[in-house]
Structures are given as C-alpha cells and as structure tokens.
DNA sequence: ACATGTGAACTGCTTCACAGCG
DNA sequence: CGCTGTGAAGCAGTTCACATGT
C-alpha cells in the first residue's frame, strides 16, 4: 500500500469522532463537506484522504455513516484491543493511567512502572505501581503493544533503547527530548514545554 | 515581518534546548551540522530556519553558543514570563499544575479554576482551586497570559468562547475537541487519543 | 441535480548546491 | 579551506475543477 501522510491519519482520526456523533443521533449519511466543515478543512480534502483507502460513497448522495464509521475504525487499527504499559509513576503518568480517554478507544493500560523504590507497590489510580526491574518478564508473558513514557528527559535514551529491546514497536513521549530508535519502530512526542513556546512565539510576534 | 511555517518555530525550541545544553559545557560555538544531527534533521535545514530571523553564524566557523541562545530566546518571546491560568482541576490539570518544565520555562501558573464546588477551595499541587465564577474578575486583575484547557471534551467551546471575552490571546488545548476561535487567538491542541491512534495504525500498517 | 473520485495545478516546505566570506 | 547564507530545484501535501455515477 502507498504511504499515508501522517496529516491525513489524524484528520481520519478527527472524522471518526465526528462520524461517532452522528451515528449516534441517527443520520444515516453525510456529505464530505458536512464532514469537512465539522473539522474544520475542505471538502476535497475529506475526499482526497477518504480515496488513499478506498471508494466508501455514493455520488449525489454522501457516505453512509454507519459504514465509513466502521471503514475507518478497520483503516486505523481499532478494531481490536491494544495493550499499554506506563512508564513513570510521577504526577503524568499517574494522571494517564487514569484517563478514561485511553480506554474508552480500546487503548487498556495494564501497569505503570517506576524505578523509584518508594513509588513501587504503592497505588498510582488504581495500579500497584511495579519495579522497573520487572518490565522484561511481565513484556515477555503480557505481551504489551504500545509504551507510554512519562520520565524525566534524562532517562529517556537509555529506557527507549530498553524497550525496543524488549520489542515494543509503538511509543508514546511525553518527556522533552529527541529520541533515536530504529526505523520500524513508531515513535510520537508530546512536548508540552514546544507547545506553550510555540503560543509565547505567537503572542511576541503578531503585529 | 514575513510569516513563519509553524514546523520552523517548533525546530527553534528544540535547537534552543541543544544551544543550552552546549552552553552549560562551555563550547563557544557550534555548526549547523552538529546541531542538526542532534536535533534529526539537516544542516540545510538548520541554516535556513536561522536564515528567517538574521545572519547569526560566521562563515568557516559556525554559530556563536551564547550569542545564539540569546536570540532564539528572544525569538520565541521568552525573555519574560508569562502567566497561565490552568482551567480544569481533574487529574490532567493537577499534573499540569504541579509540572516543573512550564516554570523552568518561564510560564508561570497563577491559578487552577474548576466549575466543580466539590474541587474549589481545596489544594491541587500547591494551589487552591478557584471557582471557575470568579474567572473574568480576576483575569481582568492579574492579566494572565495563556489558558491551558484541561477540562472535558463536552464544555470546551463554550468555556473558549468565556476566555477569548475575557481576553486571553492563547490557549494550550488538552481535551480531544475540534474549537472554533477568532484569527488573532492562537490555539495549539494536544489530543493524546489521535497521537495513540497514530501509533495503532503505524503498527495495524507496517509490511 | 447532486456529490463523489481524481488527475492536474498549485502552494509551501525541504533539500540541493554553490557563491561568498571569514 | 570550512561553513554559512541563499536562490533554485525538488517534493509533498492541498486545492481546484470537472468528468462520472446515482
């Protein structure tokens, strides 16, 4: 299959929250530019992204909610459940393994860990926090699909490199630094401290 | 001054935290290619981010540390603090709260507001939450700078509609919501369900 | 008549390659 | 000679516009 630009997943992930809507009240189609303007984007680009994976609508008539609903879910990978450690029990970690947002699409996060003695065994909402120590054996038996790390920036390295090598292939970032990992394994970063210089750029520099 | 594409001002932070790193060590300068194989990408690229904003570098040489530091700082609006209200005294906004990275940075959190009379008047990392009620009165006292939005997907266009009317020129968004603002507000979003949902199809599509 | 699907045109970011200067 | 600064070329993502199917 070609290779899908990254802005035209996350806009697929955009309308299938919008879709989700809709289906729930009943509608049982929807045009691109109802969809597009939902999303805020154009309706050719609801197309273009729509037509990367195949032809879902009907002209002079729409997409079928109910379906295209279901086309995507397949197209994104959320037709299953996927497995998820936390890596770092500090105040975001803890905070992530309590959101309900990550279980609610099939994302089920199954442990938190943490090096700090202090931390291990102790309740971090709802999950007895477990000894970094562990994180081979529990991965070799639990067989975990995604790592969320939530650790300081000067850990960061030497812990990807630990779960590459315990074979996760998807990671989530939440800790400000660049990271190196091979090429087939999928990194993405939250940098909230990127984000809010990126407001203070934009509040210094409108005329 | 000619409009800067927003991946540009991103790269900047990151050659910021670098150029910091470099300094604390003491190296006088630095060529666009070290900076760029620590940050991933290319000297070219590096070079031409720097071009937007002036003539930095000396030929055969490289940039200036110091020097260089100080003026992506004054690029990017941080040579002052900035003051954030954080709106939303879940778990996410609590985390925020308590983040050290937003200080060390300059952006100063004065205050955490919840609508929850349950949540307001107790302690959320060091602060004690304000009735969401009292928001205009003393945003038009203590002119905070940026929003952070940490509050359920349902209530967020109306409480973006409360702050833009009360002023507030950026908004760091963490609720998994599309929000309509006027042209000189700047939002960001950070929507950790889409970034999951990236990594579910990096690994649903990988041959 | 209406709305999709899609080549073609366009826009804007990235990479190239080299002149220019220390 | 080394490394910057930058026009020009290349490429990727978006928008246009229309032929096509219902």
């Not at 680009?45 to 002209?59: A, N, T």
């Not at 989530?172 to 090429?183: S, T």
């Amino acid at each position: 299959m070609k290779r899908i630009a990254e802005s035209t997943v996350r806009r697929l992930s955009l309308y299938l929250r919008f879709l989700e809507d809709f289906e729930q009240r009943g509608q049982p189609t929807i045009s691109s530019d109802e969809l597009a303007r939902r999303g805020g984007t154009t309706s050719a680009q609801v197309r273009k992204d729509l037509s990367f994976f195949g032809s879902f609508g009907k002209r002079g008539l729409g997409y079928p909610v109910a379906e295209l609903t279901a086309q995507i879910r397949e197209i994104l990978g959320l037709g299953r459940e996927w497995k998820v450690y936390i890596i770092g029990a500090g105040k975001i970690g803890a905070a992530l393994a309590g959101y309900r947002g990550f279980r609610d699409r099939g994302f089920v996060v199954i442990a938190v860990y943490d090096t700090d003695p202090r931390k291990v065994g102790h309740p971090a909402d709802e999950f007895s926090v477990r000894d970094m120590g562990q994180l081979e054996r529990d991965a070799a038996r639990e067989k975990p699909d995604i790592a969320v790390l939530a650790i300081p920036a000067e850990g960061v390295q030497p812990t990807v490199d630990r779960l590459v090598k315990a074979g996760f292939k998807a990671i989530l970032n939440f800790a400000p630094a660049q990271i190196q990992a091979p090429a087939d394994v999928t990194i993405r970063t939250v940098n909230m401290a990127l984000e809010l210089e990126g407001l203070s750029y934009a509040l210094s520099n409108r005329d």
